[in-house]
């Protein structure tokens, strides 16, 4: 079965790498020369351009920063069409950029107008995690493209969950991307009161992990340098998940709160502080919120 795979950026390269480790015949195309040359490296075929990547294609895996993107891609820009004009029938489309609910639909119809099957699968578990192919998808669509896509999903995830009809998986995501965004800015801010009082942040953090503070970010991801050799942190906070997109997600998390009249109050001052903090250190990981809190930074 031929898969295509457009977007390989820190998340797709690595998703993509593990679909071509699982012995599928992988097409691929990225914007960046640097990125398909790798991915050819690892074994799969380099597209000279997206409209090449999906020719004969049973599925199609898109992985893009943003909504805009994702309608581009599919629906066409600029006058030029998109990838729905050209695919075949009952082609399976999973994308999992992590965009708004609406986008994902609005998409969703227009594949449904040319007999495609559209799934929106946004992903969690960071870089760490499409490298190591353990990632979640959260999966909103048809219960037939979920049990299609189920195979394919498990050459790069270790849970697959589908959340409802399409969309859902968007929601779903956006509403654990909104309490990771909460956890980070709370554990950094946490870290950096006690260290400015005389704590070690090894110690500090261990302390916390181990108490009813403990979370997903001090099990895993702890944003002070040096504390957790593998993180973000203690490599310049280079790579991993950037500050423009968890500002980005928060930005979705409040439009999402503002159509449902939800009061989300820590949601918002995570978007205020992630926002904040994207304009200077945007290109940095998202654990890098912690220069806020550090006197000495």
């Not at 909104?178 to 980070?184: N, Y």
């Not at 500090?204 to 504390?227: F, K």
Request: aromatic share 6%.
């Amino acid at each position: 079965m031929k898969i295509a795979f457009i977007g390989l950026g820190n998340m797709g390269a690595p998703m993509a790498t593990n679909l071509v480790a699982a012995g599928h015949d992988l097409h691929v195309f990225d914007l960046s020369a640097e990125a398909m040359r790798a991915l050819g490296e690892a074994g799969a075929s380099v597209a000279a351009s997206a409209a090449a990547a999906v020719e004969g294609a049973a599925v199609v895996i898109s992985m893009l920063p943003a909504g805009a993107h994702v309608k581009g891609l599919y629906l066409g820009r600029d006058g030029a069409p998109g990838l729905l004009a050209s695919l075949a029938a009952e082609t399976l489309i999973i994308d999992a950029s992590t965009i708004a609910p609406e986008d994902a639909r609005e998409v969703a119809a227009a594949a449904a107008e040319h007999g495609l099957d559209y799934l929106d699968a946004p992903v969690s578990g960071g870089v760490g995690g499409a490298k190591a192919g353990t990632l979640t998808f959260i999966v909103g669509g048809s219960e037939a493209g979920f049990t299609k896509a189920r195979p394919v999903l498990e050459g790069m995830g270790k849970n697959i969950f589908h959340a409802g009809a399409v969309g859902a998986g968007q929601v779903a995501k956006i509403c654990n991307n909104m309490l990771l965004g909460i956890l980070m800015s709370g554990t950094a801010e946490a870290l950096a009161l006690g260290v400015e009082n005389g704590l070690d942040p090894a110690v500090l953090s261990e302390i916390m992990r181990q108490s009813s503070g403990g979370n997903w970010v001090l099990n895993g991801y702890n944003p002070w340098p040096g504390v957790m050799e593998n993180a973000a942190a203690s490599r310049g906070y280079q790579g991993g998940f950037l500050t423009n997109l968890m500002a980005k997600d928060l930005g979705l998390a409040w439009e999402l709160a503002l159509g449902s009249r939800s009061a989300v109050p820590m949601g918002s001052q995570a978007r205020n502080l992630f926002a904040l903090h994207a304009k200077a250190h945007g290109e940095l990981d998202f654990s890098s919120i912690l220069k806020l809190y550090r006197h000495d930074d």
